[in-house]
Structure formats: structure tokens, C-alpha cells
């Protein structure tokens, strides 16, 4: 299932950079979608740097076949591999979201970019996908807003000031 969400986020683009290296962010984002137990890297190398969170979503109120596949709860790893600014002030990175033990990955991109001097976007592109004979599309229409949502509250902690 191929996801597309723009979030449009009121503080520069140099800003929201810098507010994706603190885990804070994620912790929050985190807690936004009612998942528990976050734990959250962040490494810089120079102006790059990496993000990996793992954290524990309920499963109430997804479909039945997904919530028999996980249990209660719902490991989520999500890694991101973001790129220094270039001399405009975008940034891309890769994402890469699985559930351990479940065979549901979602692999993509973030760019983040300004779009005017105070503001800035962040696009999410990725394909989701549950290699689950017959139950895949409803498991992959069930994990795609999960995705979402964890980026529209990171996007949404970003534009927080601090």
C-alpha cells in the first residue's frame, strides 16, 4: 500500500532540523499515539544523523487479523538515515518502519524542505507492505495509518516551540 502525507510545520526548515536530533520529540510523538515503552537513539555524524525508535503500540482497534498476529500490543521499530541540509536547507532521509516478529515492513522517504522563510514541510512517501496471504491489504491498510501518525505527531512536536 503506497502512503503519501505532506505535514506542513510552522518554524524554519534549519529548526525543524535541528529539533528531529532530540529524542525528546520522539518521546512525545510517541506518547501522541498512545504507544508505551519508547525508546529512542539518535548519532550525528557532522550535520547527518540517525534515528531509531522502538516502541510499543495497542492493538485495540485494528482489524481482528492483525491483532491476532501481534497480540495486545504491537512492537514498532522505526529507523531513519537523515542526510545533511543542502545549501537550500532540504534534508531527505530513508525510513524504514517494521514489526518485529510480524512480517509488516514500510520503507520510504522523509524530505523535509522549506516553504517560506518561517515555515517548512515534511512529505512522507513510503510503500507498506504484510506478506500475509489474503489477509495482506487489510493488514496493510490497518499498519498505513499508524505510519502516519507517527509522523504527523513528530511533525507536529517539531513545529512546537520549545
Request: proline content about 7%; aromatic content about 4%; overall charge negative.
Amino acid at each position: 500500500m503506497h502512503v503519501h502525507e505532506t505535514f506542513l510545520i510552522a518554524t524554519t526548515a534549519e529548526e525543524a532540523g535541528r529539533r528531529l536530533t532530540d529524542e525528546a520529540i520522539y518521546h512525545r510523538g510517541a506518547e501522541h499515539i498512545g504507544a508505551h515503552n519508547a525508546d529512542v537513539h539518535i548519532t550525528q555524524q557532522e550535520d547527518a544523523f540517525n534515528v531509531e525508535a522502538t516502541f510499543a503500540l495497542p492493538t485495540t482497534g485494528m482489524p481482528s487479523a492483525a491483532a491476532r498476529l501481534a497480540g495486545p500490543t504491537l512492537t514498532v521499530r522505526l529507523t531513519q538515515h537523515w542526510e545533511a541540509a543542502t545549501a537550500e536547507g532540504t534534508r531527505t532521509s530513508s525510513v524504514n518502519i517494521t514489526a518485529p516478529g510480524t512480517p509488516v515492513t514500510g520503507i520510504g522517504t522523509l524530505n523535509l524542505r522549506p516553504t517560506d522563510p518561517d515555515s517548512c514541510q515534511l512529505e512522507l512517501d513510503a510503500d507498506i507492505t504484510a506478506a500475509v496471504p489474503l489477509f495482506g491489504p487489510s493488514i496493510e491498510k490497518a499498519a498505513a495509518p499508524a505510519l502516519v501518525e507517527t509522523i504527523r505527531a513528530v511533525a507536529q512536536e517539531i513545529g512546537t516551540p520549545a
